[in-house]
């Protein structure tokens, strides 16, 4: 049975932080639903959502994501909402604990990696990131830059 490539971008996915696994060390992810009102879902469902500056906070025992922008829906007029408003992500008690305790340490946050929908509803992707220092950015683009001349070099030989 031949192996399927993973493809880049799956229909049910809406939106993704390329920066974030540029500018974080992912350590573990959380699949979360995501609390929206009617026009923001029908904005959602059109791709009309940025998760580059966003992150997440635990508050009072939820989780809450902050500073994503979700564009006014354009037939929403009066119900459309703030498209930087706070929004509850939808975790279990033990995740929301796990995550509590993971965020006090220091240069540990939690950031969207990405937005699709699944069964019909909208759900985050949220990764546990620990900062990535300058020359650790550096190091990593090298590594990658390496294993693609690699692989361009070994298909060239094999064509």
């Known amino acids: 049975m031949a192996k399927r490539k993973e493809q880049k971008n799956p229909a049910n996915q809406l939106a993704q932080n390329k920066k974030a696994g540029h500018n974080y060390e992912i350590l573990e992810t959380y699949e979360a639903g995501i609390a929206l009102t009617g026009t923001e879902i029908k904005s959602v469902r059109e791709g009309k959502m940025n998760l580059r500056d966003g992150y997440a906070r ?8 902050e500073n994503v922008h979700i564009s006014p829906y354009k037939q929403g007029n009066q119900f459309n909402v703030d498209p930087l408003r706070n929004r509850k992500l939808l975790l279990k008690k033990r995740e929301i604990a796990k995550l509590a305790g993971v965020v006090q340490e220091k240069g540990i946050a939690i950031v969207p990696l990405k937005a699709y929908l699944k069964h019909g509803y909208a759900k985050i992707l949220i990764g546990v990131g620990k900062g990535k220092h300058e020359y650790d950015k550096r190091e990593t683009l090298k590594r990658k830059e390496q294993a693609r001349d690699v692989q361009r070099a070994l298909s060239q030989r094999y064509d």
């Open 58 to 65: 635990v508050r009072n025992g939820e989780v809450w994501l």
